[in-house]
Nanobody, 124 residues
Framework: QVQLVESGGGLVQAGGSLGLSCAASGRAFSSYAMGWFRQAPGKEREFVAAISWSGGSTRYADSVKGRFTISRGNGKNMMYLQMNSLKPEDTAVYYC?????????????????WGQGTQVTVSS
């Protein structure tokens, strides 16, 4: 069992930066692949980024590639999402998720645990 808590959301102007954190509690965090997803008002939840259990493999949605960076600190049971060059269309609730025995996929159905989400708002 893994409990996930996101933090770091807030309001930022377009072109600015914001860093999100995901704190995990529970055992064997390092065995889980992790992902970030987001859901904008009136839209379905979508994949943002994912990272393998070791941190050696990452993947990104095309919409954020080159602007966002996912990382993790297994010793601290933490995952991060650094978001640069933010755009108004990045406005959403951001969720972190854990995937047991996975490599970090883009399919939300393959994730086993979810956080409650943190709001990111980018003003134009």
């Amino acid at each position: 069992q893994v409990q996930l808590v996101e933090s770091g959301g807030g309001l930022v102007q377009a072109g600015g930066s914001l860093g999100l954190s995901c704190a995990a509690s529970g055992r064997a965090f390092s065995s889980y692949a992790m992902g970030w997803f987001r859901q904008a008002p009136g839209k379905e939840r979508e994949f943002v980024a994912a990272i393998s259990w070791s941190g050696g493999s990452t993947r990104y949605a095309d919409s954020v590639k080159g602007r966002f960076t996912i990382s993790r600190g297994n010793g601290k049971n933490m995952m991060y999402l650094q978001m640069n060059s933010l755009k108004p269309e990045d406005t959403a609730v951001y969720y972190c998720a854990a995937q047991n025995y996975g490599l970090g996929t883009s399919n939300e159905r393959e994730y086993d645990y979810w956080g409650q989400g943190t709001q990111v708002t980018v003003s134009s």
